[in-house]
């Protein structure tokens, strides 16, 4: 890996963070800079649209990270119950058991084009993913679909309850009621 991808990365990890902590319009490029250590100008020749790009680029480092460890569970082949495994054991890393922010929550708010439309596509192959998961488990299409979207609120719902109350057993406990229930043919 050459210096510049290894110090865009670094960047890219403390940015996401965050953004995650603080949405687009809490973090200031003071803030940026603290954080990742560069001045302005370093910052503007990593990324030069400002702060937008680096939204982007966030989103685009979300969505990769996805890609590796949700997305490939999701749409891959295996049994359903290991793959749901595999894609709740992911997002309670990626969550800090219920300690972290949704990136995906606080990207959604900002009038940022290009962040909003990554949120809206990572929402969408949320939704279809866990959709076909519930199909592969047996759920005719209707009921797939709905238990699909039910569980993307509720894992999204209880990170924000779970920021709110300071709570992370919150989302552990939804993360907990998916594993067991949510393949399960009622």
Same mark, same amino acid.
């Given at each position: ?72 569970? %999701? #749409?891959?082949?295996?049994? @359903? =119950? !290991? ?5 709740? *054991? &992911?997002?309670? /890393?990626?969550? +800090? ?37 519930? %199909? #592969?488990?047996?759920?005719? @299409? =209707? !009921? ?5 979207? *039910? &569980?993307?609120? /509720?894992?999204? +719902? ?29």
């Amino acid at each position: 890996m050459s210096g510049e991808r290894s110090t865009r990365e670094g960047i890219l990890l403390n940015l996401l963070e965050e953004f995650r902590e603080c949405g687009f319009d809490g973090v200031s490029l003071a803030r940026i800079s603290e954080v990742t250590g560069l001045g302005r100008a370093s910052l503007y020749h990593h990324f030069p649209g400002g702060k937008g790009e680096m939204a982007e680029a966030v989103m685009a480092l979300a969505a990769d990270w996805l890609e590796d460890h949700v997305f490939v569970s %999701l #749409d891959g082949p295996g049994e @359903p =119950e !290991a793959r749901l495994a595999e894609v709740l *054991a &992911a997002f309670n /890393a990626f969550y +800090g058991e219920g300690t972290k922010s949704c990136l995906l929550d606080v990207m959604a708010l900002r009038n940022q084009p290009g962040a909003r439309a990554s949120v809206k596509r990572i929402f969408q192959r949320l939704v279809h993913g866990f959709e076909r998961l519930a %199909l #592969d488990a047996g759920h005719p @299409p =209707e !009921a797939a679909r709905q238990r699909a979207e *039910a &569980a993307i609120v /509720a894992i999204q +719902g209880s990170l924000i309850v779970a920021r709110g109350l300071e709570a992370p057993d919150v989302f552990l406990r939804v993360i907990e009621s998916l594993r067991r229930d949510y393949l399960r043919i009622v």
